[in-house]
T-cell receptor, first 112, second 113 residues
């Protein structure tokens, strides 16, 4: 069974601070996706990474896929209250790509 | 383009009853997946349908079933409800198998009493 562990589990920071969320597994994934979920809503896709060592930037968010495709990180620069939410990583494999394995989640709160 | 829609948004059922949830994917998307989200277990994959056929299945008991229609709309059914079935049930659609990118609906919050 493939598992994805995220750390930290909870993060409460002030506006303007930087943070990094980690997503680790002992298994190799063909792709890694990051989602953000707000209360009462479904997860919203932020990014997909498919190549080991790949780095993608989305405004103040930087995503990295580990060289061995077993881990990933999400770095947020100068966090804003609008970044508040549950961040989820999810791994997929070729052939069963729609059967995503979700991480344990990181709940981020950004206060003024 | 309209997003994934799920109905109903909220549902309260009694233990032992059955329930049917509905999902309409994004127009043009033929793959529909279902997930269960609970505070204790997080998001877990239930099953995936593509062109009216179940292509992948998670580790859930047979009480959980689904189907997909020719217009790609999907339903999932849970029979003999248990208290532990209380959860947010999420539907996701993707353009084509194999696709890594899934787009989620707002979910149906099921409460079993």
């Amino acid at each position: 069974t493939q598992l994805l562990e995220q750390s930290p589990q909870f993060l409460s920071i002030q506006e303007g601070e930087n943070l990094t969320v980690y997503c680790n597994s002992s298994s190799v994934f063909s792709s890694l996706q990051w989602y953000r979920q707000e209360p009462g809503e479904g997860p919203v896709l932020l990014v997909t990474v498919v190549t080991g060592g790949e780095v993608k930037k989305l405004k103040r968010l930087t995503f990295q896929f580990g060289d061995a495709r077993k881990d990933s990180s999400l770095h947020i620069t100068a966090a804003q209250p609008g970044d508040t939410g549950l961040y989820l990583c999810a791994g997929g494999n070729t052939g069963t790509a729609s059967k995503l394995t979700f991480g344990t989640g990181t709940r981020l709160q950004v206060t003024l | 383009k309209a997003g994934v829609t799920q109905t109903p948004r909220y549902l309260i059922k009694t233990r032992g009853q059955q329930v049917t949830l509905s999902c309409s994917p994004i127009s043009g998307h033929r793959s529909v997946s279902w997930y269960q989200q609970t505070p204790g277990q997080g998001l877990q994959f239930l099953f995936e349908y593509f062109s009216e056929t179940q292509r992948n299945k998670g580790n859930f008991p047979g009480r959980f079933s689904g189907r997909q229609f020719s217009n790609s709309r999907s339903e999932m059914n849970v029979s003999t409800l248990e208290l532990g079935d209380s959860a947010l049930y999420l539907c996701a659609s993707s353009l084509e198998m194999p696709s890594y990118e899934q787009y989620f609906g707002p979910g149906t919050r099921l409460t079993v009493t």
